[in-house]
């Protein structure tokens, strides 16, 4: 599972101007098959998905010599799909 953001949203279309608009938080994911999901979540948990979200960078690999888009979390090194280095 790849968090591709977490959002807050309102259960009121007009906004935040109604006292009684609840706010949530939502995370959106992609799961490995490429489908994309989302879906509501605690308070706590969007912390826990808040760390987990994933950039999808462009890299290119020397060893395959092919480019590759790849989701890669925070503070990790991407690494090449086909030969994993
Ligand atoms: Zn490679």
Same mark, same amino acid.
């Given at each position: ?6 959002s807050w949203v309102? !259960? !009121?279309r ?19 098959d ?5 879906k509501?979540?605690s ?8 760390t ?6 462009k890299?290119?690999?020397t060893e395959?010599?092919?480019?590759? !888009? ?10 090449c799909p086909?030969?994993?280095?």
């Open positions: 599972m790849y968090v591709k953001s977490v309102t !259960n !009121n007009k906004g935040r101007s109604n006292k009684h608009t609840k706010r949530f938080p939502v995370v959106f994911y992609l799961l490995q490429g489908s994309f999901h989302s509501r979540v308070r706590l948990e969007a912390i826990y998905y808040k987990k979200i994933c950039k999808q960078v890299i290119y690999c395959c010599q092919e480019k590759f !888009n790849v989701l890669v979390k925070k503070n990790e090194q991407p690494i086909k030969c994993l280095s």
